[in-house]
């Protein structure tokens, strides 16, 4: 069943100007069993949404073509269902502007350099939030199995 555009899967779309970045999280995710397409451009992640869903979108916010905003803006207002994380390579700090919009908005957002349990985990909350509709549809039939989401 479709809800908007969304259709049951376990691909992650990652968009970063950094090859080792894209490189990293391709590995990582996929080990997990994760279906992973690693993009190194905005307008490549957007042909890629073009063709196909994703569960969810991870995008670094500095990037010279179109920075992580103004990608997720066009995301957003062309209304790809996906849920969105946003990576920055700034580090933690309790005063910046991520910090404040998780508080208020609580979206999922990754600092640099990656925490590999936090990683794990945000996917996997991004995982139950896409998918929440089919979940719910899952106590009247049975529903395919996701990829380690209790693991």
């Known amino acids: 069943m479709n809800f908007s555009g969304k259709e049951n899967n376990s691909r992650i779309l990652v968009v970063d100007d950094e090859e080792d970045v894209l490189e990293f999280l391709s590995i990582f995710l996929s080990s997990m069993g994760w279906e992973v397409v690693a993009s190194p451009s905005p307008a490549r992640a957007l042909e890629e949404l073009a063709r196909r869903t994703f569960f969810m979108v991870l995008t670094d916010i500095a990037m010279p073509e179109m920075d992580g905003y103004e990608f997720v803006n066009t995301v957003r207002e062309r209304k790809i269902p996906s849920e969105i994380a946003l990576m920055t ?8 502007t991520l910090v404040k919009i998780r508080k208020s908005m609580q979206p999922f957002f990754f600092f640099k350099p990656f925490n590999r349990t936090k990683v794990s985990e945000g996917v996997q909350r991004a995982w139950a939030a896409y998918h929440r509709d089919f979940l719910v549809r899952a106590t009247e039939h049975t529903l395919p199995g996701s990829p380690l989401l209790f693991a």
């Open 89 to 96: 390579g700034f580090g933690y700090n309790p005063k910046h």
